[in-house]
């Protein structure tokens, strides 16, 4: 003599349904999260990536503006009298010799 009740035999599948639908949502959701770590991740490592870079950069503007400084030294020296005099010596010129 047992009896089926309507509501408890249709609610079954709803309850199933739903238990599918939280399921299913929780691993989207977890999907997601997992995602956006890694994009978390590849973006920390692009950053880095790019402040080594900066930092090669600067020291090699460092370098070349203190060559340039030094090479601008040397080119005020040989304007001077004393500078053309020691270039003229290092060109084989002798006090006495007219340059031919």
């Not at 299913?24 to 890694?38: K, N």
């Not at 402040?51 to 090479?71: F, G, H, M, P, V």
Request: glycine share 8%.
């Amino acid at each position: 003599m047992s009896r089926k009740i309507k509501g408890s035999a249709s609610s079954e599948p709803v309850e199933t349904k739903a238990k599918r639908i939280a399921i299913s949502a929780t691993a989207a959701g977890v999907l997601l999260i997992v995602f956006l770590v890694v994009i978390l991740i590849v973006q920390f490592v692009k950053i880095g990536v790019k402040n080594a870079e900066k930092s090669r950069l600067q020291e090699t503007i460092k370098l070349y503006e203190k060559l340039n400084d030094a090479e601008e030294k040397n080119i005020e020296f040989y304007k001077t009298e004393e500078g053309l005099r020691m270039l003229a010596v290092l060109q084989g010129w002798t006090k006495g010799s007219s340059g031919k």
